[in-house]
C-alpha cells in the first residue's frame, strides 16, 4: 500500500498529534505503539481513541519484536514512515537505560531493516530530539554545531539514531529525515514534563520542584507548530544531497525563562504554585534555545504559537480532560 503512512508511537504525545493531522488531509495511515507502562496508558489510548477513521488502523507492537515488526511491514509494504515511538525522559533512562538501548536503538535498526527490506518506502522521517546538543554552550543551537557531548544515555540514543539513519541512507539510499524537536507541549502532552507536571500540581494545591534554582530556560514548542513542520518534512522528498540524510531543528526559537512559564500557569489556572526550588539534575541543561534558519529555508516552516496562547490551550484541556473545576465545585460542596 504505496500512499499509506506508517506512525510509530502513535499513541504518544507527538504521534497521536501527527496521525490525526494526516487522516485530516485524507492519508491513509496505520499506527504502531506497545502502550507501555512509563506513564498511564489509558491517556495513550485515549488520545488514539480521538479519532475514529476507516483509513486508520492500530496495531499494538513493540518495536524490539522484530519477527512482528517484519511481518506487518511486508504485509503494509508503507510508502513513507513517520517515526516517534521511543523510550522518552532524560532523568528515567539513569535508571532503566536497558529500556531506552532496547527501544531506541534496538527498535530503531529493527525499523529502518524493516523499511529496508519491504523496500518501498519513499521517506523515513523520525524524532531526534534537541538533547543531542548536550553540554553545548553555544547558544542558539543549530544543525552545523557538534554534537559529541551528549549528558544523558536518553540524549546519546538519539544522537546514535542519527548516525545509524546516516549509514543507512549512504548504504542503501533510503531518504531519512531527523528532526530535533525542542520541549514539546500543549493538549494531550506528557504527564512526565514540567507543562503538564506543573499545571496539575497548581491545580491541585501541590508543590512543584523548580530545578536550577529557576535559573533555566527552554525553547517551549507548541504541539500545532510540531506538527506542521513535521509534515513539511514529510512532504519535501526533493531536497537532499549526495548522501539522502538530514537533520532540522523545530523549536519555537524564543526560549522562554521557566519562572516566566510558571506566572503564566499561575495566571491561566487563576491560583499560585508552591514552589520549591533544587538545584539542577543529573542530565538536564541550563538552557535551549533552536536556530531555526535551515528549516525557515528548506521547508518554509516558522513556529506561530507564542507561550501565552499555547499555555491557555493546555490549561483549557486540562481541565477537561482531567475536570479539574468539577473537583473544586465537589470539594466546595462537601
Known amino acids: 500500500m504505496e500512499d499509506t503512512v506508517l506512525v510509530t ?55 524490539a519484536d522484530r519477527d512482528a515488526l517484519f511481518s506487518l511491514m511486508q504485509k503494509l509494504r508503507p510508502g513513507r514512515i513517520v517515526h516517534l515511538a521511543a523510550q522518552a525522559g532524560v532523568r528515567y533512562s539513569f ?29 523515513f522521517v523520525y524524532a531526534s530530539s534537541s538533547s543531542v546538543y548536550g553540554a553545548n554552550t553555544k547558544q542558539p543551537f543549530s544543525i552545523d554545531d557538534p554534537v559529541e557531548q551528549p549528558i544523558s544515555l536518553y540524549a546519546a540514543t538519539k544522537r546514535a539514531n542519527e548516525l545509524i539513519a546516516r549509514v543507512y541512507a549512504m548504504q542503501f539510499g533510503l531518504r531519512c529525515t531527523g528532526l530535533r524537536y525542542f520541549t ?19 491545580f491541585e494545591g501541590k508543590p512543584i ?63 499560585p504554585a508552591k514552589r520549591v526550588f533544587k538545584p539542577m539534575q543529573a542530565g538536564d541543561v541550563r538552557s535551549t534555545a533552536a536556530d531555526i534558519d535551515a528549516t525557515v529555508r528548506d521547508l518554509g516552516w516558522t513556529p506561530t504559537t507564542n507561550i501565552e496562547v499555547g499555555l491557555a490551550a493546555l490549561v483549557a484541556w486540562l481541565r477537561a480532560y482531567y475536570g479539574y473545576d468539577r473537583r473544586v465545585s465537589r470539594l466546595a460542596a462537601a
Open 209 to 271: 520542584e523548580v530545578y536550577g534554582e529557576g535559573d533555566m530556560r527552554r525553547d517551549f514548542t507548541y504541539i500545532d507548530d510540531i506538527v506542521d513542520g513535521t509534515l513539511r518534512a514529510l512532504d519535501e522528498t526533493d531536497r537532499f544531497e549526495s548522501v539522502p540524510h538530514r537533520v532540522y531543528n523545530l523549536g519555537n526559537h524564543r526560549p522562554e525563562e521557566l519562572l516566566r512559564f510558571i506566572e503564566i500557569l499561575e495566571q491561566e489556572i487563576g491560583k
Open 9 to 63: 508511537g502513535c499513541a504518544g504525545f507527538i504521534g497521536s498529534a501527527v496521525a490525526e493531522a494526516l487522516l485530516a488531509r485524507g492519508e491513509r495511515v496505520v499506527g504502531i505503539d506497545n502502550f507501555n507502562s512509563y506513564y498511564d496508558p489509558q491517556l495513550k489510548r485515549d488520545r488514539v481513541a480521538r479519532r475514529t477513521d476507516p483509513a486508520y488502523r492500530v496495531a499494538e507492537i513493540d518495536l
Open 184 to 202: 514539546v507541549y500543549g493538549p494531550w502532552g506528557r504527564p512526565d514534563m514540567a507543562p503538564l507536571k506543573f499545571a496539575r500540581a497548581i
Open 95 to 123: 535508571e532503566n537505560p536497558h529500556a531506552y538501548v532496547d527501544s531506541n536503538v534496538a527498535g530503531f535498526v529493527n525499523l529502518l531493516e524493516a523499511a529496508r527490506t519491504a523496500g518501498n518506502v519513499r521517506h
